[in-house]
T-cell receptor, first 113, second 110 residues
């Protein structure tokens, strides 16, 4: 079945360490997105990519980095520069056009210990 | 991108219809209205979308006002499993960065 796979589901990180969250899709979608969600909040956009080898900053990109070397993959690195990285991270993908929705992964919960 | 406004929370009795409103007064002609829901600690799930006509699928109905400035998601017979946060968003006919606000937290009560 087609879908988006995020791994791992839970991730623990020590302060000062970088960590990479995986996002893979087999839907042949051109666009991919990373969102951050804090308790009781909506989704805030970190980065998005409309095409391979190209990506744009979202509203809260500081302390994060991404790459888009393959259409299927859009990994997110949470760097040590991110001051409050503990959150729920969601990856999504879509095709172009307003008449096409987003497909979301099941999320990764990152905790800094 | 047009923004949306939703009530923070709502209650609904089990078996009754749940009517969730959304205001999108700045919507433009090429923006679709989408509804998603998120059950705790899961990724958001697509429910329904529309441009200007009312839409219905196996999960819900979407009623869009004639001026397109607001819409209502209707869950015809709410069950306890419909307890979730419901997001209303608008999306243009191009790649864009969509804003997901805090949504409406729907509690279905036995």
């Amino acid at each position: 079945d087609g879908g988006i796979t995020q791994s791992p589901k839970y991730l623990f990180r020590k302060e000062g360490q970088n960590v990479t969250l995986s996002c893979e899709q087999n839907l042949n979608h051109d666009a991919m997105y990373w969102y951050r969600q804090d308790p009781g909040q909506g989704l805030r956009l970190i980065y998005y990519s409309q095409i391979v080898n190209d990506f744009q900053k979202g509203d809260i990109a500081e302390g994060y980095s991404v790459s888009r070397e393959k259409k299927e993959s859009f990994p997110l690195t949470v760097t040590s520069a991110q001051k409050n990285p503990t959150a729920f991270y969601l990856c999504a993908s879509s095709t172009p056009g307003g008449n096409a929705g987003y497909t979301f992964g099941s999320g990764t919960r990152l905790t800094v210990v | 991108d047009a923004k949306t406004t939703q009530p923070t929370s709502m209650d609904c009795a089990e078996g009754r219809a749940a009517n969730l409103p959304c205001n999108h007064s700045t919507i433009s002609g090429n923006e679709y209205v989408y509804w998603y829901r998120q059950i705790h600690s899961q990724g958001p799930q697509y429910i329904i979308h529309g441009l200007k006509n009312n839409e219905t699928n196996e999960m819900a109905s979407l009623i869009i006002t004639e001026d397109r400035k607001s819409s209502t998601l209707i869950l015809p017979h709410a069950t306890l499993r419909d307890t979730a946060v419901y997001y209303c968003i608008v999306r243009k006919t191009s790649y864009d960065k969509v804003i997901f606000g805090p949504g409406t937290s729907l509690s279905v009560i036995p």
